[in-house]
Structure formats: C-alpha cells, structure tokens
C-alpha cells in the first residue's frame, strides 16, 4: 500500500478498514504478525488490541450487525464465537473480503452494512514510519476524528481503553500522517484506486523488480529508505520455492454494500437471531 513491496516471509501489521463516503479509514489499531503467503497474517502477538477487536465482532455477529459468508460454500466462514482466536477472525475477513471464482462471487465482509476489508503494510516500513515520529503527549478529539473519520466503530472498541493503548495509537496515527503527506491512500492490497495495486508478489525475480522500484520512488525520502535497507537485509531470497498467491481482485465497496443490505442477508440476520434466542 505504502511501497508496494513483497510481503512474502516479512512480518507485517495488518489495519482493519471500514469505507466511509471519504474513502477507506482505520477501523483499528494495528495488528502485528507475519504474512502467511495466503493473502494475511499468523504469529499474531495477542494484546488488549486483539482482545477488544475480536470481542468487537463477536458482539456484532451475535448481534446480526456483521456478516462474512462465503459464498462458495467451501467452509461456514460466518461462524465466530467467544471460543475463536484473533487469527480466525482475520482469516475469515481475509476470506471473504475478496471476490472468488473469477469474480462469480462478490466480496461479503461488512459491518452495520458497509464494507470491511484489510491494509497489510510491511513491518520494516511501519516500523521506520512510526520510529522518526516523536510520540506526542495525547491525541485531542479532533485529532481523533482526523484519524478514524466517519467511522464510529472504533469508539464502540476501544470505549475508555484507548489510553491503555497509546503507542499502538501513536503508531496508527504516525502512519496516517505519512500517507496524507504522501498523497497515498488507505486501501486494501489489490484496490485498484491506490499507488501501489499488489498481488504481493512471491518470486525472487517480483520481490527484486518492486524493492527496486520502491527505491526509486522513495530515493528522496530517508525514512523510506531506512524501511527499505531493514526490508532488504530480511529477505529470504529463494522464494521460488513457494507458489505464487493468484492475484484475486478485492470486492468494490458498493459491491459488499449491495450485498449487504440484498434481501438475502437481511434473511440471514434473522435467522441468526432466532437461533441464537431459541438457544439463549
């Protein structure tokens, strides 16, 4: 999103988005793991981050407020419940976020009806973003609402907690400034509306062509540059070795808007509720 570099065998931290009128915005904090070779993360570090945004979408999915079906009927992907991880979570959006089988099914991740997807932005990039910015004393309300804009999710997360999380806080918002600077935007990985559209990238030969393209972009920008030179001494260079993930378009956010609110779900929403009262 930011360099448009191969996240192949690097760590990565992973930002929930939510579309707003104004584009894709933060919908978390940070989620720190390492990318799987399958389109997001494992390794997650558990945190009160990670425990408040799972327990965030539990709440909603009991609630019938959010939906992540798939629609291929490999798996019951919309199934999640207080027994499941930060990681079952992820993977499920990371799922289900994306058109499958050649673009028969559109991406289903929403929440309260707008589109849920995923930024992955490598660790060595964050990390130099977020380390040559001075961590501020506090984030004033308005400062806030710059950083999350119309989304009110986050509110509902992290209620009173969020003091409790100040560097993942400081980070996000360091990181939200260097894209507006940068004239970038936030986006998932193969939005097509974005600098750096990516299907990540898996062979030695892609890793090469977008590191180098990375520093010709960046060459005036030391703080880049550092992410890069840390990326590069990370390498795996023999990723030949691993199939390539196929490049698999994200849905648009009308697309998982209009499903959203399709009569089928508003079924579904229903009937979960009915199970779950019958249940209670």
Known sequence: MITGISLSGI?????????TTDGYRPLTLGIA???????????????LNTELVLRYFVDQRRAGRYFAEDQTGIADEDRLTSDSDIEELLQRIERTQRSNDD????GSTS???????FALIAQPIWDAITNGT?????????ELQRLFGQVSAPAEIYAGRLPELAPLLHQLAAVDDFIGSRRLRWAPP???????????????????????????DYRDDPIVLAGLATYES????????????PHIPAATAAEIRAWAMSERVARRAIGIRRDETEQS
């Open 11 to 19: 760590d990565a931290t992973l930002v929930l988005l939510q579309y």
């Open 111 to 117: 929440s309260d009806r707008e589109a849920i997807v």
């Open 234 to 245: 990370q390498i795996d260079w023999d990723e030949d070795d691993y199939p390539a993930t």
């Open 33 to 47: 793991g390492t990318y799987n070779r399958l389109g997001c993360v494992d390794g997650v570090r558990g945190d």
């Open 103 to 106: 673009g028969k099914y559109s």
């Open 190 to 216: 193969s939005e097509p509306a974005q600098r750096y559209p990516s299907d990540y990238g898996q062979h030695g030969d892609e890793i090469r062509e977008f590191l180098d393209r990375a520093k010709r």
């Open 134 to 142: 001075p961590a501020p004393d506090g984030l004033s309300e308005r």
